[in-house]
């Protein structure tokens, strides 16, 4: 099996930064690619960024300028650098990783339970 625990989430003023980080243990051969989704409350998930095994970056547009994916893939860990936070950012972030368990099987999506992150105006 695979975990995901993710830290660093809280409560920020609008303006302010957060860092998010996501650590993926277990049963793991390597990652494809790993990122962030949020969900704001009565919204449905979105794609926030991701970033490949090899170091290309997505960002949705909403967060381009603001927000920094990296990862460190020694460690299997990915964080999130959040800047210029406004209170459209609030929601519960969740780390994903698309993991190969062992050589030669399919990549499966795996999931953390998510960070809340609230931003006050």
């Known amino acids: 099996q695979v975990q995901l625990v993710e830290s660093g989430g809280g409560l920020v003023q609008a303006g302010g930064s957060l860092r998010l980080s996501c650590a993926a243990s277990g049963s793991i051969f390597s990652i494809n690619f790993m990122g962030w989704y949020r969900q704001a409350p009565g919204k449905q998930r979105e794609l926030v960024a991701r970033?490949?095994?090899?170091?290309?970056?997505n960002y949705a547009d909403f967060v381009k300028g603001r927000f920094t994916i990296s990862r460190d893939n020694a460690k299997n860990t990915v964080s999130l650098q959040m800047n210029s936070l406004n209170p459209e950012d609030t929601g519960v972030y969740y780390c994903?990783?698309?993991?190969?368990?062992?050589?030669?099987?399919?990549?499966?999506?795996?999931w953390g339970q998510g960070t809340q992150v609230t931003v006050s105006s």
């Open positions: 970033i490949t095994s090899g170091g290309t970056t």
């Open positions: 994903y990783a698309d993991v190969r368990v062992r050589a030669g099987v399919r990549t499966t999506l795996y």
